[in-house]
């Protein structure tokens, strides 16, 4: 177990503790990467992590069975190669350590109907999926602040579009809380402020999706480089062919967006740099940042993707550990609830 989890299981409590976690969908995105992956790698120094593939939320949506299970480990493995270090921080599968789905059931009912109604997310893709629109999609937010609150998680590291459901796992807590005394922690979002919203590439007034159904509105983080590269090429822009932030500019500035969070460089930065020079220029340039950024991550992907005792071996340590810490929380909840013990 990462020593500071160790300690913090046992006495007092140093650092804060963050939870975040990724459904294991085929692709994961330069959003994924930019908005969320990105920030977990950097704060594992700072503070206890515990991050999470989240297969039990991808069911909400019909999933293959065998595309399904290796999704799920690849998603594993494609986070370790994005830096998330075993050694630092916890990290599992969801669906090996069962308290996630009992505490869903249990905050399920501390959950309001009006509330999953006006989620955004259980609205478009209830319309995305029209012949699928399962009770899962609509208690999907239950399931996700039982992830959090398992851990009593400080920080919650995402990008802005899971802002929303953060909200109401905020809200959840406190009713919880104000009903039984304080048995959760409530978590605070953690939203960078670069790459917190990547944008579509052929589209970029709505957000970079893997379920977009056009390949060449979003990248992979494990694309061919030529591959990256001939969507930053097709990228929609304007017309008026000067690399600066604007109105009416969605697709400049989605590119200048995801330039500054590649290179570190300010949008004014970036601006000075392509004084002059047209779209092309500057899309041949975002291109290759990402494919340079990208480049090592897809080498350590492919190494871990070919040792799967490894992968095993540490998804189990991770699962363990996760059960350990998460086994209390449940237990807290359900005395405070009227439960007998066991
Ligand atoms: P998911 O799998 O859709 O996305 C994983 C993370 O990537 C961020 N993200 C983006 N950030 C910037 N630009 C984009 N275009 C973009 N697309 C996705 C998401 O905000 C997220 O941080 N329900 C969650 C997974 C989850 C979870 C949790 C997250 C399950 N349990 C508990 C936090 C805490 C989801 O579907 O994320």
Known sequence: MPEEIKNNTQTTEKKKRIFSAIQPSGTI???????????WVKLQDDYNCIFAVADLHAITVRQDPKVFKQNILNAYALLLACGIDPEKSMFFIQSH???????????????????LSR???????????????????????????ADILLYQADLVPVGADQKQHLELSRNIAERFNGIYGKTFTVPDPYIAEVGARVMSLQD?????????????????????PETIMKKFKRAVTDSEARVCVGEGKEGINNLI?????????TADQITAEFEGKGYGDFKTAVGEAVIEELRPIQERFDRYINDKAYLEEQYRKGAEFALKISQRTLDKAMKKI????K
């Open 257 to 265: 967006g995801i330039m500054s969070a590649v290179t570190g460089k």
């Open 97 to 115: 350590v069962h308290t996630h789905a009992e505490l869903a059931w249990l905050l399920n009912c501390y959950t309001q109907f009006g509330e």
């Open 338 to 341: 009227g439960y007998l013990p």
């Open 204 to 224: 970029p007034t709505r957000k970079m999706s893997k379920s977009d159904e056009n390949v060449n509105s979003w990248v992979a983080v494990l694309d061919k």
């Open 29 to 39: 995105t330069l959003g994924n990467y930019l908005g969320a992956l990105r920030n």
């Open 119 to 145: 989620m955004t997310q259980f609205k478009d893709k209830s319309q995305k999926h029209a012949d699928n629109v399962n009770a899962g999609l609509f208690t999907y937010p239950s399931l996700m602040a």
